[in-house]
Nanobody, 127 residues
Framework: LKFVETGGGLVQPGGSLNLSCAAS???????????VAWFRQAPGKEREGIACFGSIDNATYYSESVAGRFIISRDNAKKTVYLQMNSLRPSDTGVYYCTADLAEGRLCLRWQPTGSWGPGTQVIVSS
């Protein structure tokens, strides 16, 4: 699978951004049976899972750091995953990546992706 993330940039605290992730390389049923997730890597820190959209019952999962502020969505026909980010904070600064996995529990509950990564998109929250 391949992923291309876009939509990052410089935004002031309290602002919003909407990230997109174009996914490709699926076979058969396309992205439909994959759970999809957004991860981010802040400077000097490990990559962490922040939002996930399951494939079984369309459940969504969020880390405590973004719950209530970020919204993940998906368009299976377009093979695209979105992340609407609101009330941004300087601590949201980092490189944002998306990925997909057939195992919803592994990806959305344990944040243990096994798939590939795209180049990511840089988000900087600063005044």
């Amino acid at each position: 699978l391949k992923f291309v993330e876009t939509g990052g940039g410089l935004v002031q605290p309290g602002g919003s951004l909407n990230l997109s992730c174009a996914a490709s390389g699926f076979s058969g049923w396309g992205m439909n049976y994959h759970s999809v997730a957004w991860f981010r890597q802040a400077p000097g820190k490990e990559r962490e899972g922040i939002a996930c959209f399951g494939s079984i019952d369309n459940a969504t999962y969020y880390s405590e750091s973004v719950a209530g502020r970020f919204i993940i969505s998906r368009d299976n026909a377009k093979k695209t995953v979105y992340l609407q980010m609101n009330s941004l904070r300087p601590s949201d600064t980092g490189v944002y990546y998306c990925t997909a996995d057939l195992a919803e529990g592994r990806l959305c509950l344990r944040w243990q992706p096994t798939g590939s990564w795209g180049p990511g998109t840089q988000v900087i929250v600063s005044s």
